[in-house]
């Protein structure tokens, strides 16, 4: 007998906890069901060494609750992944989410039964449940991507995969290791993992620009001084083009800063700017110019500071030139923040592979097989990405009206109105889905943003007796034009990243998150509930 319910909610990250919150206190029936064992999401799955957050653990946090954000302390400017594995469980038990979530249950399929208007969602537990509602708050980066390397499955070595690293500590002492990937997850690796092995050697198929964290440890005259403000500083990462991660001063700003354009400064001023964000470190050296990411020549100036960084850190000229990126925009890849990055390559015992010279011909039980040597290896980390953004809610068998699967609804790319819901999917929310700006903006504003829209909108349903939500074609159609028509105006589409889904073999090239900023999606988001749910159809 299926288990009835008001919502059925996949996973527990932070989308999830928050969701549970929400829906619990409004009294409706909910089940969260978690693959993990715990919650926590990508937090739960990403323990690789050096491990942390790129966003600053004041704005990578909920705003929810105004005692959480006063009581909770964070340790440091980034935060490391235990501690905000910690803060996910702190919250879980704070606010009393456990016994609505089942751990160790992955969601198998979803289908929608027409007749009776539910969902039904079954798990590789045996579960079937029925709910009204079914929200994916499934993360766009949790479904790992392995590489197609011959022979991966040969090596004899110990062998790791970033996003699915063991519980029990590693250690990397006396050996060789070996890298494949440098991305954000293998730049925040790498220096870690030197610092024990005896050899480190990282295999880079494509250098990634990195900014420096400039991390440390939090004063907590300044947090107080800083949290004194907290309410305006939430405001400030609501509103704005940005990303949502507002800015670093004591006192908020009162409106958003004009952003300074390419063109208004001289080499020297646009030098100092980059220098002074620099200095300041994190990924708001993108923002410090504010067109980088618009105009060619802005970016290609951004491209050539960070090129002559790198050639000042970097002592050997060939390393540092094989370091340098030259194949995309500046931040059309998502901008690394690393701590000692770029110096890690001045140790002896740390060795990079260009792999553009000398490609991988197969991984043998040894090590790694070059078309040049061999590089034999005690151990291999991958980290070699995700199937972002679509990956988790196409591995499920999600069923919609008529039988439609969502796999053949997104067979040329995701479709959705919004980034919430997607058309012949009905009572069907995702949240920071494709289509919304999830990836390009602060997690955390984005997931609260989307779930406060979400209970508005089940609230509004109850209110006027409504049971069944779903997009209208039209409205859909409109919108997916839209979110290619302001990724098509910036740099974004050159960067051949997997925002475009460009890292897995045979995935539809759609830019897929909204890049307009989190500030006016709000407000296209609050217009349309405002306008009786515009582009919806109710029933
Ligand atoms: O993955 P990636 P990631 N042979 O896709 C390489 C978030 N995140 O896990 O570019 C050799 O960026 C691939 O090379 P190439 C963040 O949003 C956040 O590092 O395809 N190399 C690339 O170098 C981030 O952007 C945080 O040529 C191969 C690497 O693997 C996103 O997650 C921390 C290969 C993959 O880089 C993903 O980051 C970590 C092959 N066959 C992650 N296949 C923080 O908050 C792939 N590669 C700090």
Not at 427 to 437: A, E, H, K, R, V
Not at 470 to 480: D, K
């Amino acid at each position: 007998m299926a288990e009835s319910l008001d919502v059925v909610v996949v996973g527990a990250g932070f989308a999830g906890l928050y969701l549970c919150h929400r829906l619990k206190a409004s009294g409706r029936t909910v089940k969260v069901l978690e693959q993990g064992s715990d919650v926590g999401g990508t937090w739960y799955w990403n323990r690789y060494p050096g491990a942390r957050c790129d966003a600053e653990s004041l704005a990578y946090s909920f705003s929810f609750s105004e005692s959480l954000e006063q009581e909770w302390q964070w340790s440091e400017r980034y935060a490391q992944q235990p501690e905000i594995l910690a803060y996910a469980q702190h919250v879980a038990d704070r606010f009393n989410l456990r016994p609505w979530i089942d751990f160790d249950t992955r969601v198998e399929s979803a289908s929608w039964l027409e007749d009776l208007s539910v969902w039904e969602v079954r798990t590789d537990t045996g579960q079937t449940l029925r709910a009204t509602f079914c929200i994916m708050a499934t993360g766009c980066l949790s479904v790992p991507q392995r590489p197609s390397i011959e022979g991966l499955d040969t090596f004899q070595g110990k062998f790791y995969q970033a996003s699915q690293w063991p519980h029990e500590s590693v250690n990397f002492l006396g050996q060789r290791v070996g890298i494949i990937g440098t991305g954000s997850s293998g730049i925040q690796a790498i220096p870690v993992i030197a610092s024990e092995a005896d050899h480190l050697t990282v295999f880079q198929r494509t250098p990634n620009f990195s900014v420096p964290a400039q991390n440390g440890v939090l004063d907590p005259d300044w947090v107080t001084a800083f949290k004194s403000h907290y309410r305006a500083h939430r405001e400030n990462h609501k509103v704005g083009n940005g990303s949502g991660f507002g800015d670093l001063d004591i006192k908020p700003r009162e409106a958003p800063a004009d952003p300074i354009l390419f063109s208004s400064l001289s080499e020297a001023e646009a030098t100092a700017v980059l220098e002074q964000a620099w200095r300041r470190g994190g990924a708001r050296f993108m923002a410090a110019i504010g067109d980088t990411l618009m105009d060619e020549q802005a970016n290609a100036f951004a491209q050539e500071f960070v090129h002559k960084k790198i050639r000042e850190i970097v002592k050997d000229p060939i390393t540092a030139e094989a370091l340098c990126p030259t194949t995309h925009p500046i931040g059309t890849r998502r901008i690394c923040v690393d701590i000692n990055y770029y110096e890690t390559y001045n140790a002896d015992h740390v060795r990079l592979v260009n792999l553009r010279e000398s490609p991988i011909v197969r991984i043998t039980p040894w090590g790694v097989e070059l078309d040049s040597e061999n590089i034999e290896l005690d151990t291999l980390v991958i980290a070699t990405g995700f199937d972002a953004m679509t990956g988790a809610l196409l591995k499920m068998q999600v069923t919609g009206k008529s039988g439609l699967t969502l796999q053949n609804a997104w067979m040329s790319g995701p479709k959705t109105y919004l980034g919430l819901m997607t058309a012949d999917f009905p009572n069907l929310f995702m949240i920071t889905g494709p289509g919304s700006p999830s990836v390009l903006s602060n997690m955390l504003v984005s997931i609260e943003q989307h779930v406060d829209w979400v209970l508005d909108c089940l609230e509004d349903m109850a209110a006027k007796g409504k049971a069944k939500i779903e997009p209208s074609r039209e409205a859909q159609e409109t919108w997916v034009e839209h979110v290619q028509a302001v990724a098509n105006a910036t740099l974004f589409p050159k960067g051949g990243s997997w925002y475009l889904g460009a890292n897995v073999p045979g995935k539809p090239r759609i830019f897929m998150p909204y890049a307009a900023g989190v500030g006016p999606y709000r407000e296209v988001c609050q217009a349309v509930a405002s306008d009786h749910y515009r582009g919806f159809n109710f029933e």
